[in-house]
Each structure stands twice: as C-alpha cells, then as structure tokens.
Nanobody
Framework: QVQLVESGGGLVQAGGSLRLSCAAA????????MGWFRQAPGKEREFVAA????????NYAASVGGRFTISRDNAKNTVYLQMNSLKPEDTAVYYC????????????????WGQGIQVTVSS
C-alpha cells in the first residue's frame, strides 16, 4: 500500500513556474515508477510525465516536453514535477500516481493515486 500526497500547487501567471511535490508513505517507494497526470475541467485525465524507480528513465507528454521536468528523491520518498513556462492550458488538477510496471506512460496500470492538487495559470 502506498499513500500519496501532493503539494505545491497554486495560482501563477503565464510564463511562470511552479514545483509540485508528491510525498509517499511506505518503505517501498523506490520499487515504484512514479507519474504525474492532470485533468482540466470538462476533459479526461491525461498523462503528463513519468519516471522509473532509479530516476534514470523518464517520459513526457508532447504538450509539456521541454517545459516540465520530473525527478525523484528516493531517500525522501518524494517525486517532483518542475513546471516552467506555464501556459493557461496547463490549468488542471494534477495527480501523482505509482505503478509497479516498467511502462512509463498512460498504458501502465497505475495502482495508487494522490488526491490531486489544483494548478491555475492566469493569462
């Protein structure tokens, strides 16, 4: 069982930056690949980024590549999402998720989810 809690969301102007954090409870954090998803109002949840257990392999959605960076600190049981050059279309509730699979993308079976955190980008 893994419990995930996101933090760091809020309101930012277009072009600004935010860093999301996701703290995991449990001693097996390093066994999981971690991911970030988002859901905008009226839209389906979409994949944003993922990172494997070691942090050496990452994957990004095309819409955020070059602007967002996912990283993790296994000693702190935490995964991060650094978001730069934010756009109004990045406005969404962002979710942290964990999977035991090696697939770093939406087709993986994401077993655990955080409660989500709001990110709002004003124009």
């Amino acid at each position: 069982q893994v419990q995930l809690v996101e933090s760091g969301g809020g309101l930012v102007q277009a072009g600004g930056s935010l860093r999301l954090s996701c703290a995991a409870a449990g001693r097996t954090f390093s066994m999981y690949s971690m991911g970030w998803f988002r859901q905008a109002p009226g839209k389906e949840r979409e994949f944003v980024a993922a990172i494997n257990w070691s942090g050496l392999s990452t994957n990004y959605a095309a819409s955020v590549g070059g602007r967002f960076t996912i990283s993790r600190d296994n000693a702190k049981n935490t995964v991060y999402l650094q978001m730069n050059s934010l756009k109004p279309e990045d406005t969404a509730v962002y979710y942290c998720a964990a999977t035991r699979e090696y697939i770093l993308g939406p087709s993986a079976l994401w077993d655990y989810w955080g409660q989500g955190i709001q990110v709002t980008v004003s124009s």
